[in-house]
């Protein structure tokens, strides 16, 4: 069981938008950054998205971060087929003391 | 550019240990730290701990205190993760991953390819 919430998959046309939740507690997103990402078919993770809403170099506009309170969404628009992934949210757990993440959400272009 | 190398595949049997490697290249090894994570098949990801590129301090959430080592050897740029006692559920692929700043909680930004571990009698 993941202590971040995510769902376990969405789905849209080429074109169009996809959010994908994340929900956690107090303890992590409500007190610290949400990192986003992004793990293609038989590959590692990559970077997606720092400290909520951030792009590393390299990112297209496309992707978008917020966090409100303790939940985060990531948000994709103008949905392309190489966007087909595992996506994962995580940040610290202050209480933990450790990085948690959220289950994945699989996205898929239909 | 920052590139992160792990060492191969391994196969170990119950009860063995096996220690990975991640070799850094393209920034300063001791401006960073890094963590390691790890992806058992079709599952998520979880957090093994943290190391510094500096210090060499770690921290290992209560799952893993005690079986777990994380070391670094600084004039090669490389860290290493030690596990002990596998059991069948330490089978998956571990990943090693650079922190972005010298801090535990501030994310990973660049992640090596992945070392895929079995472990089976």
């Known amino acids: 069981q993941s202590v971040l919430t995510q769902p376990p998959s969405v789905s849209a046309a080429p074109g169009q938008k996809v959010t994908i939740s994340c929900s956690g507690s107090?303890?992590?997103?409500?007190?610290?950054?949400v990192s986003w990402f992004q793990q293609l078919p038989r590959t590692a993770p990559k970077l997606l998205m720092y400290d909520n809403n951030k792009r590393p170099s390299g990112i297209p506009g496309r992707f978008s971060g917020s966090k409100s309170g303790t939940s985060a969404t990531l948000s994709i628009t103008g949905l392309q087929t190489g966007d087909e992934a595992d996506y994962y949210c995580g940040t610290w757990d202050s209480s933990l003391s450790a990085w948690v993440f959220g289950g994945g959400t699989k996205v898929t272009v239909l | 550019q920052v590139q992160l190398v792990q060492s191969g595949v391994e196969v170990k049997k119950p009860g063995a240990s096996v220690k990975v490697s991640c070799k850094a290249s393209?920034?300063?090894?001791?401006?960073?730290?890094l963590s390691w994570v790890r992806q058992a098949p079709g599952q998520g990801l979880e957090w093994m701990g943290w190391i510094s590129g500096y210090s060499g301090h770690t921290m290992y959430p209560q799952k893993f205190q005690g079986r777990v080592t994380m070391t670094t050897h600084t004039s090669t740029s490389t860290a290493y993760l030690e596990v002990r006692s596998l059991t069948s559920d330490d089978t998956a692929v571990y990943y090693c991953?650079?922190?972005?700043?010298?801090?535990?909680?501030?994310?990973?930004?660049?992640w090596g390819q992945g070392t895929m571990l079995t472990v089976s009698s």
């Open positions: 991953a650079r922190g972005q700043t010298v801090n535990p909680y501030d994310g990973f930004d660049m």
């Open positions: 393209g920034y300063t090894f001791t401006s960073y730290s």
């Open positions: 107090s303890s992590n997103i409500g007190n610290n950054y």
